[in-house]
């Protein structure tokens, strides 16, 4: 109808997170991309924002971002759309790694003397930092963000029942053997060194000095008799 046509005012502005592409004589709009938005009505797709680091878009036409959900991270700062245009641009964390607010741009690592084992599978194993576990008797993490804790080596153990993640941050947690004991195995086991039970003593002819792994041989001309 031509009353639609008569007046510059009949021409309209296009809604938020849409544009005419820079041309006139439009007669629709577009809408941005998916990955950008706009908050206002834009004069062509390269006015559309492309979407911050830990946000997406699925939509065209989009006024806003959504955010990446807890447990996952989207590390890229709004410089490629194509990192932005999908919930799965949104990656779950790896190994020792959490992210408990949503929107993250990176994940956590979990504090020294935790762990956390889960490698990008479930992201309910990633969304909050209690998804990190005190290190197991007999067992430290010196390093931050660790999928798994060191077993103490020879001549040593641990016999904190995970309750408390500063005795188990450091090698040195581990406990010595007294003197006149010994404790073989380096590392392989965690039940051989969860105990101090797990230090024996040293047989007749032999003696060891704390800590030690295995126990020495009096030299030729001495004995020792338990």
Known sequence: ATEFHDDESDC??????????????????????????????????????ICDSGKYSLEEGSTGCLDCPAGTFLQDAATDKGFHDQESDCVVCSHGKYASA??????????????????????????????CIICATGKYAAATGTSACTICGNGTYLVDLATDASLHDEETDCTRCIAGKYLEDDGTDSALHDEEGDCTICASGKYGSDGAAVCTDCENGKYLTD
């Not at 309209?12 to 544009?19: I, T, Y």
């Not at 592409?21 to 797709?45: D, F, H, Q």
């Not at 949503?102 to 209690?130: F, M, Q, R």
């Open 102 to 131: 949503p929107a993250s741009p990176i994940c956590s690592d979990c504090a020294v003397g935790k762990y956390l084992e889960d490698n990008a599978v479930d992201i309910l194993n990633h969304d909050s930092e209690e998804d």
């Open 12 to 49: 309209s502005l296009c809604d938020a997170g849409h544009h005419t592409n820079s041309s006139a004589g439009a007669a629709n709009c577009n809408g941005c991309s998916a990955g950008k938005y706009s908050e206002n009505p834009v004069v062509e797709e390269a006015d559309c924002i």
